[in-house]
């Protein structure tokens, strides 16, 4: 067995392909003869399958009014390899699930599977042809069977590529009905390779988080969208970083640990009210400049990225900033914050200064027009005129959107910003 396709949980639809299984001769794919809700998975990639075994449990299981369908045969020949679902089984049932009560009900009674039936069924197909089509990114709900019953072969699969290449067909998806992060498609691009990694090497299947989902899905939109430009650029903070380490002395007994980011935080402000459209956001064919400044960080959680916000930065301190900065990025890895938390922001910062690194592009948090990224501070040789002089210097990395700021704006923006980190005192200014 060398790729599992479902997993518990999931919603099993009648016919739908559970794993792949291959033989020296071909790989195919086993499809479920019963539809209901996934609860355990008997088999796992490397498992040896024979004709029989038991590949799931399915709970309220409908199955196919056949006996549990025999894999059509593969593109290739020789199939050595056919399994079943929670149908008759051989194998021992999990506690609670055998033969006797508690098991998962039987499927004998239950209607026949009308493949041609559209709800709640796939497309009627072979698991080979199911294959193929996904090789191709062919929607096969899309597609119209020309065989028996409607059944939807390779040749039908064929000809619906030949049409979309030649523009006399849309796919849903190139019709804007693509889901949020999907396929390129709608771009006009080619469909995401599909490769059989597990072909080349062990490999172990994990779902994305929910919050990588999100986030994923909201980057891909806005680097994709928005025409970004970074300027690279580093400011000297040797007193700065002097008078961090004496603040955070002093203020030992009081818990608050003041970090680079803290002085960033009220550093951009600075900039910000200097350089107003980097406040802004894009609006049509309007600017929306913000009176306030509403600063966001990203922070790193085991879960992905979240962007918890500072609000109204501009009225507090550095160290009130860094108290509650503290305590949004504690929030962010318990997965504990507000959605309020994490909106309205109108300029964000994203620091891997702890973890280390040089410049990086970040990626605009949409509606925002710029982006700040930091990394991690060095010790440098820098020439006075005279002499080189061992300076503390923080890479900067601003990105921002071509369309509301021009190049020259971003080199002010950061030189400014250079300018306020090593003399801090501008910022009374
Ligand atoms: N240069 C050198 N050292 C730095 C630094 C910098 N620019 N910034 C922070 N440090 C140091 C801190 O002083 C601290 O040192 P000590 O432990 O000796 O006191 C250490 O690095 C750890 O700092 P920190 O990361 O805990 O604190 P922070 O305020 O700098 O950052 C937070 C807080 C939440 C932003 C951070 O923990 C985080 O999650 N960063 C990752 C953000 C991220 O993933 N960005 C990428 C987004 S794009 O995918």
């Given at each position: 067995m060398i790729e599992v396709l479902v997993k518990p949980g999931d919603t099993i639809k009648v016919e739908q392909s559970l794993v792949t299984v291959e033989s020296d001769k071909a790989s195919m794919e086993i499809p479920s003869s019963s539809a209901g809700?996934?609860?355990?998975?008997?088999v796992k990639v490397g498992d040896k399958l024979n004709i029989g075994d038991l590949i799931a449990v399915v709970q309220g299981a409908a199955s196919a009014a056949s006996p549990s369908p025999q894999p059509?045969?593969?593109?290739?020949?020789?199939?050595t390899a056919a399994a079943q679902t929670?149908?008759?089984?051989p194998s021992p049932a999990p506690a609670g699930e055998g033969r006797g009560e508690g098991r998962t009900p039987p499927t004998a009674a239950l209607p026949p599977h009308d493949p041609s039936a559209s709800t709640g069924t796939l497309p009627h197909a072979s698991p080979s042809v199911r294959k193929f089509a996904r090789e191709l990114g062919v929607?096969?709900?899309e597609v119209k069977g020309?065989?028996?019953?409607?059944r939807i072969t390779q040749e039908d699969v064929q000809a619906f590529t030949k049409s979309v290449m030649a523009g006399d067909t849309r796919t849903k998806a190139a019709s804007g009905?693509?889901?949020?992060?999907?396929?390129g498609e709608a771009l006009g691009l080619l469909p995401w390779p599909k490769v059989d990694f597990a072909k080349f090497g062990p490999v172990e299947r994990k779902p994305l988080s929910r919050i990588k989902k999100i986030s994923g899905a909201n980057l891909h939109r806005n680097w994709v969208m928005i025409p970004h430009v970074t300027n690279h650029d580093d400011a000297d903070i040797t007193e700065l970083e002097a008078f961090r380490v004496s603040t955070n002395k002093e203020n030992e007994k009081s818990g608050v640990k003041v970090t680079m980011l803290g002085f960033l935080i009220k550093a951009c402000v600075a900039a910000l009210k200097k350089f107003p459209e980097f406040n802004s956001s894009l609006d049509g064919e309007e600017l929306v400049f913000k009176s306030y400044y509403h600063i966001g960080f990203a922070a790193d959680t085991p879960n992905g990225l979240m962007v918890p916000v500072i609000r109204d930065a501009d009225k507090k301190g550095v160290l009130a900033i860094s108290q509650e900065m503290a305590e949004l990025a504690k929030k962010a890895r318990e997965g504990k914050l507000s959605p309020a938390e994490m909106s309205g922001a109108t300029f964000t910062i994203s620091s891997l200064g702890g973890i280390g690194g040089r410049y990086f592009t970040p990626i605009i948090n949409a509606p925002e027009v710029a982006i700040l990224g930091v990394c991690r501070s060095q010790t440098e040789p820098v020439w006075d005129g005279k002499q080189f002089q061992p300076r503390l210097m923080l890479p900067l990395s601003l990105s921002w959107d071509h369309r509301v700021i021009d190049g020259a704006s971003a080199a002010r923006f950061n030189a400014y910003l250079g300018q306020i980190l090593a003399d801090f005192r501008r910022v009374l200014l």
């Open positions: 809700v996934l609860k355990e998975l008997k059509s045969p593969p593109r290739g020949e020789g199939a929670s149908s008759p089984s929607p096969l709900e020309s065989g028996p019953k409607g009905k693509a889901p949020a992060g999907g396929g």
